[in-house]
Structure formats: C-alpha cells, structure tokens
C-alpha cells in the first residue's frame, strides 16, 4: 500500500487519466461521425487540444469544490457573528471560482466541439461563445445548488468497472438535459445581441444551427457527467490502510497504519473519511479477518485506540446538539415574551444543522462501535473490551448520542416516573409533557425537513447499532438488570447527555426490545 498521505494524491492522478481516456473516447466518434470534420487539420488539432484543456479546468473546479461532508450555508448577518465565518466565506469563494472556471471551460469546450474552419465570422463565433458560456453557467448552477460537489459513499462497494457503468444511463440523461437548457438559454440570450453580432435570421439557417449546437453541448455535457460520475467513483471507493498480508508489518502491528491515519489526518477530510469507511468494512465483515483479530492484543491499547476513535466524532455530534438544544431553551423564553415575533433563523439553528454535517462519518462510527464491541463477545481472547471499559463507554456514547437526537426532533427524554406505568409498561399520558427539554414540536415545524430527516435516519442507524450490542449481550444485560448491576458493567458515571437514570431506563427499553 501506498503512504496514506499519497492515497488522495493517486486518486486524483488516476481520476485525470481516465478523464482524459473517457474524454478522447467521446470526442472523436463524435467530430467524425455526428459533426463536419474540419478540413483543416491544425484546427482540428487546436480544438482537440482545447477540449481537453477544458476537461482540465473542469478537473480543477472539482478539486476546488468537491467535499467528502456539506456545507451549511447561514445567511449573511448571523454568518458575520459566527466564528467559522472565515471558513464559510472561503466555501463561498470556492463556489465562486468554480462558477468562472465552469463558463470558460464551457465555451472552450463548446467551441473546440462547434466551430468550424468554414464558419469562423464574428456572429458565429458570438453565438459559440453565449452557447459554451450558457453551458458553463447552467451547469455550474446545477452543480451546486443539487450539492453534487458532495461525494456520495456507496453502500455497497464494487469494482471500478462495474460501478461507472451502473451510472452511464444517469449521466445520459442528465447530459441531455443540461444540453437543452443550455441551448435554450443561449437563443434567450442572442435575441438580446445588437444585429452585427447576429446572424441573418434565416428559418431553415436557424434550425440547422439551433441543431448544431445542441449536438455539440451534448457531447460536451456527456463528457463533464462522465467526469462528474468518475471522480464519484474513484474517490469513493474503500481503501485499506493496512500493510500487505504476509509482511512483517502484518505480522507484528497491522493496525498501525490505520490508527495514525484515523488519529493524524485533517479532521473531516477525504483521507479521514476512507479510514473510517475501512475500519467499519473490518469491523463488521470478514473481509480481512486477521486485520480484526490485531484489534483485540493483549495489551488492549489497540482496542482502546479503535474505540476512542470511532467514539470521538459521535461525542462531537452529540456535544453540538446539546448546545443547540441549550440554546433553543434560551429562545423559547425570549418567543414567550415577544409573541408576536416571526421565527428567524439564529446561531441555534446554524449549530443543529451542521451538526448532522458529519452524518455518514457518524454511521460509520456507530455502526463500527456496535461491531467490534459484538464481535469481542466471541473473538476477544483476552477479554481487553471488558476490562478496558470499552463496552460501558460504547454503549453510553450510543445512548447519549440517541437520547440528544431524540430530544432534537421532539421527543421527551426525560425519566419516567413509576406511578405513571401502567400494566404491560403501558406509560399513561400526561398533560404537562409537551414543552419539556428545552426543544418543542413548535420549533421542530420551524427547522427544516433537511434537519429532520438526517436525524430520524441518524437515531435508526444508533438504535440498529445498539441492539447489534444487546442481541449479543442480551443473556448477561439481563443478569446484571436481575442483579442491579447493569449500571455498572455498561453505562459510564458521567455521561455526555442525560443522566445515569435514563440512560439505564434506556438500556432497559433496549432489553425488552421496546426502544423505537
């Protein structure tokens, strides 16, 4: 393997050649077979070249914008007060830069594709330019406003052949689309041209032309989505930060590599992501085995490595919830004075967004915490989970994390008391549990269904990962409830969020199978 500094670094290499490979592979054909050759052959050695210098920018648009996590955008004056305001102006001058990288590398692209040695007078090349430049803008707005600079992990992984032709026919349709809008845009635009920088309206002129260009803006558009759907694929797909199978390296520390990525990488980058997307394909599959096995050492610094790091970005999330949540019950006082006032859009609501920024990273903690704990159930020889205290940290970081998400879209999280149990654990309801825990149903209309969504999805995947944990525990979870020690063999003294009483309420839920 390749140094883990170097993985994104050869990952963009091999993006541009096969960029370059796709491009030639739908330039050609296309100048021969749908458009005129041009007669000239430095032309079309010029328009060659143009169209891949156009590919080229295009490539270094992607690398300027594409992110493995989103970005929340906050409106202007409450973006000034933030302290991440550097980083959102810089997010939205890469937007900027990749919008007037886009337009040139359109009309580039759209020139190098329609002009011909024949037609080169100055309405032509006019309306050439607001066609490639229209094709730019388009795409460039459809690019971001449709957050496709986001890189989207698949949930199952597969070669590389076989993943870029799962998304041909996407991309077909899709290039026709932005093709016509981009025509479209482009007659809209040069009706407004003075008439020396028109040609003579002529119908059948005009159909031909009209012809011509969304020819040419579709070839250019199958080019750019191909792009689009290769760096998707190249960069998303799962990389092993282990040494070969057989070396000294995996015979003596194999997981080495792996923790120095996951603990020295940039926070919230493409390199961090791929670590964590491998150590939670090792954690719940037996893909490498023996990669697992080195979790569960003797010593138990490995494992305590592993868990601290999957830990560490659900405690973040969990962390910003609470603030958010803490602040939302400062508000709701204030909306009780003023009620009158509209709902705006505050620094509160800022932090409940991003916080869900980091959502597929946090899957993959959860789901690779809820793993490796069920696994040393039957493959920790040395028995490094329990003594540890890694299995009470797990679970209480998953309870936590769930207890705020739950707070966060509404629902009451505080203990119930015993008098309010009926028979069956039926819980009676009550008038006066409606406002509780500093977050309403009130505000939960006023965020947006973004929001909402990424957390409902959130809380299912951590309550999967939970009961992945009990299912396998279940039969000495129910000793310790028997024995009234379940507290302490599985939840933590001090807890992110919440208390020890609900947490143990909710591992009791969890028990009997009734947490939904």
Known sequence: MAAPEDVVKNRWLGFLIWQSIAGAAVYLPSIVLLLRRPRSVALFLLSFLSFHLSLLLLSLSFFFLSSPRPLTYTPLLSGLLSPDFRRRAGLALRALLFFLISTVAGFLSVASVCIRSEVLDAPTLTEVALTGSAFGVVYAMHYVLRKRWILQFPIIQRPLFFSFKMGLSACLKRALKLSAQAVTCSIVLVMFLPSEFRSEFRFGRFLIQLFNFYIGTSVVSICWELSHHLLQVVHTRRCAFAPPKGSAAAETN??????????????????????????????????????????????????????????????????????????????????????????????????????????????????????????????????????????????????????????????????????????????????????????????????????????????????????HIVSVFHADMQANAKTSVLEKNWIVRKPLYGSTEILVQKLNQFLHFHAT
Not at 398 to 405: D, H, N
Not at 410 to 416: A, F, I, L, Y
């Open 254 to 467: 194999p997981s080495e590599i792996l923790l120095e990525t996951l603990e020295q990488s940039s926070p919230r980058s493409l390199l961090q992501y791929l670590a964590y997307l491998d150590l939670c394909t090792v954690s719940e599959s037996n893909v490498e085995p023996w990669r697992r096995a080195a979790f569960f050492e003797e010593s138990g610094e490995t494992y305590r490595r592993v868990i601290a790091a999957c830990s560490r970005p659900l405690e973040q999330l969990t962390s910003m919830i609470t603030e958010g949540l803490e602040g939302y019950s400062k508000n709701e006082i204030d909306s009780l004075s003023h009620p009158l006032n509209l709902p705006t859009y505050t620094h509160m609501d800022s932090r409940l967004l991003e916080a869900f920024n980091d959502f597929q990273l946090c899957t993959w903690c959860a789901r690779a915490a809820a793993a490796i704990t069920a696994r040393s159930h039957s493959e920790d020889r040395y028995g490094v989970a329990q003594l540890t205290g890694c299995n009470a940290a797990v679970v209480s970081t998953l309870l936590s994390c769930l207890l705020a998400i739950e707070a966060c879209v509404g629902k009451k999280t505080s203990p119930q008391p015993t008098h309010l149990m009926g028979p069956g654990n039926i819980r009676w309801a009550t008038m006066n549990t409606v406002r509780k825990d500093g977050v309403t149903s009130m505000r939960n209309k006023i965020r947006s269904g973004v929001l909402n969504s990424e957390a409902y999805a959130m809380a299912d995947v951590i309550r999967t990962s939970i009961y």
